[in-house]
Each structure stands twice: as structure tokens, then as C-alpha cells.
């Protein structure tokens, strides 16, 4: 089945970012750069995101693709042997209810253990943390202006304290061991 | 009120009237009561509590038992309720236990590692045990990824430890063919950590959910319609549900270490894992071992965790499996008559 969000190729999708992009490099003189300083660097970042959306979309669809056929799957062996066994026609049983139970379980589970299901599902999850990257690295650059510490440079002082905690039960520890002596 | 075709052999009647208070049950929230068995909080910091339990008989063993519980979900599964109650059944075979409850990492742990979990906060509870009995030497007895934990604790401080009991342990990675395994092998867990800073918990919801998603995720709950009238089913559901939806989230730098050591590398079975500077050598532990798996574990495979016993150098070592599933080795009725009687039986011939 051909996905119709992913016909375009990769490259034809991405150059509409990079048109946009060089359109916005194009040098200006004097005031104008200045002007336009912080506007490019706004642009570009919003270039960016668009694309890791694009790559999203195009991840999302084949989990979604992955899914969709389990789910024919199932349905399909409910089907079957529903018509195969006459006590199975009636929807409402006890019977058929388990039927469904079992199609189902069977279907998403064997796609839940599959390398490619693995696969699928973590390039989305990816994908939805470089939209958080990348929205983390907007709000750092604003923090930076207005002289706010950053989310890396706390990352440091947790490091740091962290290690220093580590050092200190260390230093209790030997300190007892002397005391005890 | 029920509607049933008269027509209709093997129907079951739709009872819209069980429906409606299954709907009424679920929205009101999940207040139900877990962990009564009676204790005392010895220890508290920001990580973890040390729990020690009122006696309830006449103690008959010597050497106390420290439970080290997981890191996923709560530690109350082992209390859940007095009659299934890992716990209550030892007090009741008369020894003393201690439990490891982890607490929540925020993002100020984020680099909080299983070097300070096993060499820092567990080493720090061995010792209160030990001194509160005046013991040279205690039981460390681990569920799940607690087992691995307590593993990687007797490994690296045998001088404390006098037997070591393990259920369901997460070991060779290599062998484990459940979907979590399947998952973490894929997981790009360095960006996930960089990115929030720990596994959060509708993270692992989200992975539980598709563990068995149909046999548990959808037939629960006509099975809880079903079963609408029947107290002591419905007090057993809302337990369990609640544990299940219960689970804090993971530091950053443990769960790294988790996924890309254990899961990816599998350099605890191959005796490469470093804690800090100290590498665990599984072959160092030479301690009486019981190692428990479940047949039907769909969480740890039990190929995962038998293992164990064979890289571990232990001349006293046994490996009991059970038919039974992850959560069904320590909170069931199976669990409390098939069991608890074999650990406490082992137990007891090796604590005095």
C-alpha cells in the first residue's frame, strides 16, 4: 500500500525548508542586517522544527501502517473462524467474546514482539523528543538574553552536587570506621 | 434489567444496570487501602524509606531479611492485602523483615545511578539492619529489577550478606524475548535523558499497556462487570489497578544505565557492569542462592533470570520455578500456598 504523505521524496519535502532558508541568508546592508539579526535566527529555528515535524509525520505513519495491519489481521481471523464454527455467529456469546479476546491478543502481541514494531514505535518517540530538544534549545537561547541560568548550565550544578553527595557518604563512612576503631 | 434473545442459545444477557455500577465504581477514583501490615519508618531520606515490620510471632530465625523492591511501581504489591501478603506470610514463619521502599526521583536526581542505588542507599539500610539485630550478616531478598540490584549488592559487599533470595531477576538480557525487552533493545534512551531528564511514568504505562493488551487490557474489565457483586473480587481488582497505575518515574542516569548496560549490552550476565569504579563480577557471590522464577512471566522471560544460578558461584544454590506469572509469584493465593511455604522452608534451614 503506498503511503500517500510520504510521496514526495526526502529531498523534494526538505528543499522547501532550504529555499525558505537561503531566501532569509540573503545578505542586507547596514541597518537592515541589524534589524533583521535576531528575525533570521527566529526563522531558521521555525525552519527546523518544520522539518523534524515533516520526519514525525512520516514516522507516525508507519506505526500507524504497522498497527492498521494488525488490525486487519484480527479482524480477519475472527472471520474466519466465526464462520467456520456455527455456536460463533452470535455476537453477543460468551463465545465469540473470547474469540476476540484471542484474535486480537494474538495479532498485536506478535507485532508488539516484532523488531520492527520496536523500531517503528521508538523513531516516533524520537522524533517527539527532538521537538522538545529543539524547543528547549528556543527557551535556552531566551534565557541567555535575559541572563537566567539554563537548563545545561543547572545540569552542571546537579552533576556537581551530585558528586559532591557521593564524596561526602564516602568521607562519613571512613569517619566512622576511624571512630569506631 | 436484562435483555436476552429467546432465540439465542449460549447468549450472555447484557445486565446494563452491572455496566452502569462498573462505570460508577471506575470514575469515582481508587481509594482502596494497601500495605496494612503494621511497621515502623526506621530510615527516611529524599529517595527511600526503610521499612521494619511488627513482629507477629514468636520469632524463630536469627538472621533478619531486608526486601529490596524495584524501581518500577510501588513496593506495597508484596502487602497488598493481609491474605496475599508477601510479608504477613513471613512474620508469620517468624522472621524479621525490613523493606526498601523507593521514593520518587524528581529532575534534581538526574544523575542519581545505580552505583548510589546499590552502593549508596542499599549498603546504607544493610547496615541500620544489622545494627538494629546486632547481626554480622543479613537475608537480601530482591523482586524483579530489585533482585538484579540485590545481585549486584552481594557481588560487591558478600561480607554482609548470609543468603541471598532473588525472584524473578533480570540477568541475561540476551535470553529475554518479552516486548519490554524487545522495546529497550530499540530505545534511544541517552536523547530521552537528555531531553527530560527521566523516565517518566506515563512512559512506562505506555509500555505496560501493550504487554498482554487484549487478554489483560480490555477483558479486565469485562470480567470486573461479571464480577460487579462479588466483594472480595472487586476489592482484589481495584488493589491491583491501583498498583498498576502507581509507578514512579526513573533517574536519568539509572535508567540510562539500565537500557544501555543491562538491556542493550547485557554486561551484568557478562560480569563487565561497573558501579562507580567497581565492576560487578556475578561469580564473586558465593552465598547460599534461591533464585524463584515464574513460567509465565511476561515482564522478565524466565531464560532471563535462571541464569543466575549458573554464572554465581554458590556451592548451596537452588533454582525454583513456579507456574505462575510476574505478579502471581508474590501477590496471590497461589503465591501464599505454593510459594511463600518452599522460601520460608529454605529460609529457615540457613538463618541461624
Known amino acids: ?181 | 434489567m436484562a435483555i436476552q434473545d429467546k432465540n439465542t442459545q449460549n447468549r450472555n444477557p447484557v445486565d446494563f444496570s452491572k455496566v452502569a455500577r462498573t462505570i460508577e465504581l471506575l470514575s469515582k477514583g481508587n481509594h482502596i487501602s494497601v500495605g496494612d501490615t503494621p511497621n515502623d519508618i526506621v530510615c527516611e531520606t529524599k529517595l527511600y524509606r526503610l521499612l521494619h515490620y511488627h513482629r507477629l510471632v514468636n520469632r524463630v530465625s536469627h538472621t533478619p531479611i531486608l526486601v529490596v523492591y524495584a524501581l518500577v511501581n510501588r513496593s506495597y504489591v508484596l502487602d497488598l492485602q493481609s491474605n496475599k501478603s508477601w510479608i504477613r506470610h513471613l512474620l508469620t514463619q517468624g522472621f524479621d523483615v525490613y523493606l526498601l521502599d523507593w521514593k520518587s526521583p524528581t529532575r534534581v536526581d538526574k544523575y542519581v545511578s545505580f552505583d548510589d542505588y546499590v552502593n549508596s542507599y542499599i549498603d546504607d539500610c544493610v547496615e541500620i539492619v544489622q545494627n538494629n539485630n546486632s547481626a554480622d550478616k543479613i537475608t537480601l531478598h530482591g523482586y524483579c529489577m530489585g533482585s538484579s540490584m540485590s545481585a549486584m549488592y552481594t557481588a560487591l559487599h558478600q561480607e554482609k550478606i548470609k543468603n541471598l533470595v532473588t525472584i524473578a531477576p533480570v540477568i541475561d538480557t540476551s535470553k529475554d524475548t518479552t516486548v519490554i525487552a524487545n522495546i529497550s533493545r530499540q530505545m534511544d534512551i541517552d536523547k530521552l535523558v537528555s531531553s527530560i531528564g527521566y523516565l517518566p511514568s506515563e512512559k512506562l504505562y505506555e509500555v505496560y499497556s501493550i504487554l498482554k493488551p487484549f487478554k489483560q487490557g480490555v477483558n479486565k474489565y469485562f470480567n470486573l462487570i461479571e464480577n460487579i457483586d462479588n466483594e472480595s473480587f472487586v476489592q482484589n481488582f481495584l488493589r491491583i489497578e491501583k498498583w498498576l497505575y502507581d509507578t514512579p518515574p526513573i533517574a536519568g542516569e539509572t535508567i540510562k544505565q539500565w537500557i544501555n548496560d543491562i538491556y542493550k549490552k547485557n554486561l551484568l550476565f557478562k560480569n563487565q557492569l561497573k558501579l562507580g569504579k567497581a565492576k560487578v563480577d556475578l561469580k564473586e557471590i558465593s552465598v547460599p542462592l534461591l533464585n524463584i522464577v515464574a513460567e509465565e512471566d511476561h515482564l522478565v522471560s524466565p531464560e532471563c533470570s535462571v541464569p543466575l544460578n549458573e554464572v554465581v558461584s554458590s556451592e548451596d544454590r537452588r533454582l525454583i520455578r513456579f507456574h505462575t506469572g510476574h505478579v502471581g509469584l508474590i501477590a496471590s493465593s497461589y503465591s501464599q500456598n505454593n510459594v511463600l511455604p518452599k522460601v520460608g522452608q529454605w529460609l529457615k534451614t540457613r538463618s541461624n
Do not use: C
Not at chain 1, 508488539?112 to 514505535?121: C, G, L, P, Q, V
Not at chain 1, 523513531?123 to 535556552?140: A, F, G, M, P, T
Not at chain 1, 545545561?152 to 564516602?170: F, H, N, P
Open chain 1, 1 to 181: 500500500m503506498k503511503d500517500e504523505n510520504n510521496a514526495l521524496s526526502n529531498t523534494t519535502k526538505y528543499d522547501l525548508f532550504e529555499n525558505w532558508k537561503n531566501l532569509q541568508n540573503f545578505p542586507t546592508l547596514g541597518i537592515f542586517n541589524a534589524l533583521t539579526k535576531d528575525y533570521h535566527e527566529y526563522l531558521e529555528d521555525l525552519l527546523s522544527l518544520n522539518r523534524i515535524l515533516v520526519d514525525l509525520q512520516k514516522n507516525l505513519s508507519t506505526y500507524w501502517l504497522q498497527m492498521s495491519k494488525a488490525n486487519f489481521r484480527a479482524v480477519g481471523n475472527v472471520i474466519l473462524k466465526s464462520k467456520s464454527d456455527p455456536d460463533l455467529k452470535d455476537a453477543n456469546s460468551e463465545k465469540f467474546r473470547l474469540l476476540v479476546i484471542d484474535a486480537f491478543e494474538e495479532a498485536y502481541s506478535s507485532l508488539f514482539s516484532s523488531k520492527e514494531f520496536a523500531i517503528a514505535y521508538n523513531e516516533v518517540y524520537s522524533k517527539q523528543l527532538d521537538i522538545v530538544n529543539h524547543i528547549n534549545r528556543i527557551v535556552e537561547k531566551n534565557l541567555k538574553l535575559l541572563n537566567i541560568p539554563t537548563r545545561s548550565e543547572l545540569d552542571e550544578v546537579l552533576k556537581d552536587l551530585q558528586e559532591i553527595k557521593k564524596t561526602l557518604r564516602i568521607m562519613k563512612s571512613r569517619y566512622g570506621k576511624l571512630d569506631r576503631k
